[in-house]
């Protein structure tokens, strides 16, 4: 059986992680991973004439760089299952335009990575697909103006604010790999929680009470305790949220370890003045096929618990008063 | 084995849809499905403060009615699997809240529901869940002065165009099911297909080459022929764009019966003045609930191959001066 209670799967026949490709932007690349990304960009246009264009071109490099690593051809790719946060979610079905591949675009919103793994692994398991491109994408220049202003107003940002994360990464999962890759042998499919936040700039709040739904499920059905990992990192709750993560689960019983940190809390050194952190659906993923998998590759990290995390709002229903609704997903990778 | 060829799937345990609402607003309720409709709204705010929150509200009314017409409470939903064309799919995520079930946010702008549809049998057939609520909606209104113009302005619409259906359409999937229900037998996931459209009002013409690829690999590699199915409806082509996959498959060799048509070309009647016909992502879904659900459910249609389809672009890809990608994805409903 693989699932374990209502919302934690741990697969039979763990899917492997046999490629994985990170592009980032110039503030990224000078951030605390800046050695483990595959590709630094010295200017976030990448060449292209827009924001938006120069995203979808950080996230075509990194898929089709990830398929090279994975010392595939676009031919052997079942699926491409992508997403990011661009209305209408561009910057992915741009990307894979031209591929010879089915198509599956998803949205969860900064969990979009977590998501595509998920799902992805679930599909690799039930026997439906042997490979397949699982990538995300964010910008922080596109985002700003969709989001929010655009950067020539100048506006200041509050310190509660998170800084969109100029990258892509993707990863190549397939049924059958060698001894010693990382695979995703299981996960916790998230729910949507939403607490009433309405505060744009404070994502880390409106996120915190998903990530410790999803984490909390996790560890109670899965049976597994928070010491099992030697890492947990969630996605882009940023400093605060990752805080207030940590104190909610204290107060429901569950202390976490020092092991446990965030991809956006750590993606920038403080003197980066980004407040809070890093956000964005290219956070997590960055972070995970630079840092992550290299470290699981090297055999310096066997057990990792990565926690995408998500804010499902538009700029229409901020407008109109809506709260922000959050959403994490579990993915749980090890070296076995 | 469950795959055919490369992108169609035949299931082994085909699951049923043991539920199904439709809501729709007042102009598709003057139209030719008017009596098949489970809810038809009086006018098109539903008694909310904004188009947004209305199309919120359609898409949590056609979830919540499906989970009781299919005898079941929320409880008994293992997961939400929707999506929408508003901005980060709100619609869709904020009709989850206060649901205690499992959420996947899909996108694949107007071919969503047949995403959903397939996905969501994949994980029930690969024993991942057991029951499964697919839905999607769209909103003439907030459709219009998020992708075109405010209505305010009154612009005139050229004569490709479609209107966008205000309507929302949800389905229970389950592993099991009574004798006589339909069941989801396979199905076709579709490729990104762009052969350079950049007119935002033709529609049909930048997703009939995705239809085109779709409908061509499902017969081809299911090996079944075009007279296996009692209807072959496509999602939201309009009457232009249905013209123009039957011209495209006649050139491939694919003769349609007349059994083909499309969701979009048949929802409105002509005196409506639409032009070429419905579009949304809740077009396929309120008329799949609707006409098709209750025809197969009382004997009048055995074999339905519907196919939802995607334009894949953005106001912003728009105005950049992308051209439109184009999706398609096939489901194969049959009563057994």
């Not at 994985?20 to 246009?45: I, M």
């Not at 010392?71 to 079942?78: P, S, W």
């Not at 936040?197 to 404070?202: A, C, F, L, Q, Y």
């Not at 990192?233 to 805080?243: A, F, S």
Request: charge should be negative; glycine fraction near 12%; include cysteine.
């Amino acid at each position: 059986m693989q699932r374990k209670g209502n919302q934690t799967y741990i697969f039979d026949n763990p899917p492997y992680i046999i490629g994985a490709y990170s592009v980032v932007g110039p503030k990224e690349a000078e951030g605390n991973f800046g050695d483990y990304y595959d590709l630094r960009l010295e200017n976030d246009t990448f060449e292209e004439k827009s924001y938006e264009k120069a995203e979808c071109k950080m996230h075509k490099t990194a898929m089709e760089n990830a398929v090279n690593k994975a010392g595939l051809t676009f031919k052997d790719i079942d699926t491409i299952i992508s997403g990011d946060i661009s209305n209408q979610i561009t910057a992915s079905s741009f990307s894979a335009r031209g591929h010879d591949a089915m198509y599956l675009g998803l949205y969860s919103a900064c969990a979009t990575f977590g998501e595509a793994a998920l799902v992805g692994s679930m599909l690799i398991c039930g026997g439906f697909m042997d490979k397949l491109l699982c990538s995300t994408s964010s910008h922080f220049s596109s985002a700003e103006r969709q989001y929010r202003y655009p950067l020539e107003l100048g506006n200041q940002r509050p310190p509660a604010a998170q800084w969109t994360v100029t990258g892509a990464g993707a990863v190549v999962i397939a049924k059958t790999g060698k001894s010693g890759a990382p695979r995703i042998t299981g996960g916790t499919v998230g729910k949507i929680t939403d607490l009433g936040i309405t505060d744009v700039n404070n994502m880390g709040a409106a996120m915190a009470p998903a990530a410790c739904e999803c984490l909390y499920t996790h560890f109670k059905e899965s049976g597994r305790e928070p010491s099992y990992y030697d890492l947990i990192l969630t996605g882009d709750l940023g400093k605060y949220g990752r805080d207030m993560t940590r104190y909610l689960l204290k107060e429901k019983g569950l202390d976490l370890p020092e092991t446990f940190n965030d991809c956006g809390a750590m993606i920038f050194k403080d003197e980066q003045e980004t407040f809070q952190g890093g956000s964005g659906a290219g956070c997590s993923s960055s972070v995970f096929a630079s840092f992550i998998y290299k470290q699981m590759s090297s055999g310096h990290l066997n057990k990792v618990l990565l926690v995408p995390t998500g804010a499902l709002l538009s700029k229409t229903s901020s407008e109109q008063g809506e709260s922000i609704p959050g959403i994490a997903h579990a993915i749980s990778i090890e070296v076995l």
